[in-house]
């Protein structure tokens, strides 16, 4: 059998079948694999995460959860913890939920992943694109740069769009719909945001932590929400809370928009009755003052600023009172979208999951051909969910190939 993408997906698919005894050869575009897994993490490879069953499964999308529920459940974080534990990697938690290598290099997964290869009798070929991949009679023919490779199986594990310098530039999605396989629409995720808000990129080097960022669609309903760490850029924004929402912020083609609740924790009643009280006993203290105090002063300034609250507090009339809630409980700001694929940790989109079977990962379309990883209409936030579907769908198709 031939797997194609030494890919964190591909090489797991390829161990397992080269651990059933099938003679199998790994195809890698780039002169090296597992470019993506080497420089992931910052370079020490978020592996996975602690959570585990049902809350792992809801860490997906919901239209993606049902079909990934069998991998997951088959190879949950913790089996994977042991599969590189016993392949010389042992691994940690850290803060977020997040799984590391405890050597801290992303390198150590790689190199573990090919001795486990080579040591269950398979053959890499890298520096071996492949262009294209047919069915014939008793097998499938794939045309590489060195020739014709013939297999009785193909899984493909070509990743998505993202972070093209690394070899994946969706040659999978081609591919498959040569075998009659719907691709949905693809866009980049997991990436920084763009914003078109001066006030905003003038706070540029912030970071903030245990504040709410949501996106919106045009009609004001809310997508996603995220409480986790936000970085103001010069571009927008950045950081795991923004990433996050970057797959339903393309998805929106310019009609997202983000909203801010500063004080996620406490409601907006709460807040203005504190707000009352503090006016009444302290009139003379600036606006800002009402901000939470967790805030840095760059932001409460230009928060006041927003609302046209600037003034002393025994000064603040209703709409300015309002306004200043507003702006703490309910900031919106248009994002018009990513900074690309260049910059997407994931894509989002791909393999339509109908054509898949969740159990194998063959195609309902093409017998003897398996697709698996990032190629597929799956990804996840950040925190280690999309090697863990990568690795877990990859497995999959490794035990299933023939
Ligand atoms: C900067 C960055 C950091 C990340 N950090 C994390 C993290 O810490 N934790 C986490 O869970 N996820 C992380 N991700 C996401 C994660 O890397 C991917 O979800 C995962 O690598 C997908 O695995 P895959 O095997 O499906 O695809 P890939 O890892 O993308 O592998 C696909 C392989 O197929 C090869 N290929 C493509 N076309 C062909 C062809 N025609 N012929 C032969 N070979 C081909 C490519 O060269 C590539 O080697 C990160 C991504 C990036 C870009």
């Given amino acids: 059998m031939v797997v194609v993408g030494a890919g964190a997906a591909g090489l797991l698919a390829a161990i397992q079948a080269a651990r059933r005894g099938r003679a199998t ?27 585990s069953g049902t809350d792992l499964e809801a860490q997906y999308p919901a239209s993606r959860r049902r079909f990934l529920r069998h991998a997951l459940r ?38 573990a992943l090919l001795r486990e290869f080579a040591a269950a009798g398979g053959t890499l070929v890298a520096g071996c694109p492949v262009r294209s991949v047919a069915a014939g009679s008793g097998g499938f023919a794939l045309t590489t740069d060195h020739g014709t490779v013939r297999a009785a199986s193909v899984v493909l594990a070509t990743g ?81 809370g923004p990433m996050d929402l970057a797959g339903d912020v393309e998805e929106l083609q310019g009609r997202a928009v983000l909203r801010f609740d500063f004080a996620p924790d406490v409601p907006r009643e709460e807040l203005e009755r504190q707000w009352l009280a503090a006016a009444a006993a302290h009139g003379a203290r600036r606006a800002e003052s009402l901000l939470p105090a967790g805030l840095p002063d760059r932001l409460r300034a230009a928060l006041a600023r927003l609302a046209g609250a600037e003034g002393p507090l025994g000064s603040l009339g209703k709409p300015a009172r ?78 299933h190939a023939s």
């Fill in 25 to 51: 050869v790994l195809l890698e575009k780039m002169p090296r694999p597992g470019l993506k897994i080497l420089i992931s993490g910052g370079g020490r490879c978020n592996l996975t995460t602690t959570r």
């Fill in 74 to 111: 088959s190879f949950p974080p913790a089996a994977l913890r042991e599969f590189f534990a016993q392949a010389g990697v042992p691994s940690r938690e850290e803060d977020l939920e997040k799984v590391f290598p405890v050597s801290q290099r992303a390198a150590d997964v790689v190199t």
């Fill in 322 to 399: 309002r306004a200043l809630l507003d702006a703490v409980k309910d900031l919106r700001v248009p994002a018009t979208g990513s900074l690309g694929y260049a910059h997407a940790e994931v894509t989002r989109g791909g393999v339509a999951l109908d054509g898949i079977d969740p159990r194998t990962m063959q195609s309902r379309l093409q017998p003897g051909l398996f697709v698996c990883g990032e190629l597929l209409d799956v990804d996840g936030p950040i925190g280690g969910f999309n090697f863990q579907a990568a690795f877990a769908t990859g497995r999959l198709a490794g035990l």
């Fill in 160 to 240: 998505g769009l993202s972070y093209p310098k690394t070899g994946t530039t969706g040659d999978g999605y081609a591919f498959c719909r040569g075998f009659g396989h719907e691709v949905t629409p693809t866009h980049p995720a997991l990436a920084p945001l763009c914003v078109d808000a001066p006030w905003l990129r003038e706070l540029q080097g912030i970071v903030l932590h245990g504040v709410d960022l949501a996106v919106l669609d045009e009609h004001g309903r809310e997508r996603l929400r995220r409480r986790r760490p936000i970085l103001f850029t010069h571009r927008g924004l950045s950081g795991p």
